[in-house]
């Protein structure tokens, strides 16, 4: 079935690093652009970053960049985030998810990982 | 990047409707017509539950409708059931392969 199932999460200290990765199946992964959308404890859903199907062109939210980069390798169906320079404020669960378009909505969801960025 | 404004809150009985605000920018909800809406149920994923203003993904309930008015879009849940009790958040692209979500509104089903 299609699925996207992400990793990589885990409890790092702050200035730390962390990459996470996400695993798709069951569709054509180089058909789909991508996203990480993040979720704070109790709050609610950031957008993050985007990446378009072939990694031409990737964007992401003025709190990450120059921290973060999203990269994607097709012959191996994944997607990844790299987070360097972690700070308390990106403590949250992170999801893949994928849209059908540039500026298409987010169909398919990971169940997300947990980044705790603590001391 | 700001966010999307939301009610914290709506509350609804059974077989009643509610709507669900969303007001952006002419940056954002204003300039394309690429809103969606997300219904997520605690320790869950989101769950797409209207794109492109108003379409509903196959499986998605014709309960569920989506409009817009200039920069703000609504969600409208028709015979609210007990299912439907969630957390509602809104979408929309903002130019150059961004996303803009908004806060996030919580559902009471009394």
């Known amino acids: 079935q299609v699925q996207l199932v992400e990793s990589g999460g885990g409890l790092v200290e702050p200035g730390g690093s962390l990459r996470l990765s996400c695993a798709a199946s069951?569709?054509?992964?180089?058909?789909?652009?991508m996203a990480w959308i993040r979720q704070a404890p109790g709050k609610g859903l950031e957008w993050v970053s985007f990446?378009?199907?072939?990694?031409?062109?990737?964007n992401y939210v003025d709190s990450v960049k120059g921290r973060f980069t999203i990269s994607r390798d097709n012959a191996k169906n994944s997607l990844y985030l790299q987070m360097n320079s972690l700070r308390a404020e990106d403590t949250a669960v992170y999801f893949c998810?994928?849209?059908?378009?540039?500026?298409?909505?987010?169909?398919?969801w990971g169940q997300g990982t947990m980044v705790t960025v603590s001391s | 990047q700001s966010a999307l404004t939301q009610p914290r809150s709506v509350s609804g009985s059974p077989g009643q409707s509610v709507t669900i605000s969303c007001t952006g920018t002419?940056?954002?909800?204003?300039?394309?017509?690429?809103v969606s809406w997300y219904q997520q149920h605690p320790g869950k994923a989101p769950k797409v539950m209207i794109y492109?203003?108003?379409r509903r993904p196959s499986g998605v309930p014709d309960r569920f409708s989506g409009s817009k008015s200039g920069n703000t879009a609504s969600l409208t849940i028709s015979g609210l059931q007990a299912e439907d009790e969630a957390d509602y958040y809104c979408?929309?692209?903002?130019?150059?392969?961004?996303?803009?979500f908004g806060g996030g509104t919580k559902l009471t089903v009394l």
């Open positions: 002419s940056s954002d909800v204003g300039s394309y017509n690429s």
């Open positions: 979408c929309s692209y903002a130019g150059d392969y961004t996303r803009v």
């Open positions: 990446i378009t199907t072939y990694g031409s062109y990737t």
């Open positions: 492109d203003v108003t």
């Open positions: 069951g569709f054509t992964f180089s058909d789909y652009y």
């Open positions: 998810a994928r849209a059908s378009h540039s500026e298409g909505a987010f169909d398919i």
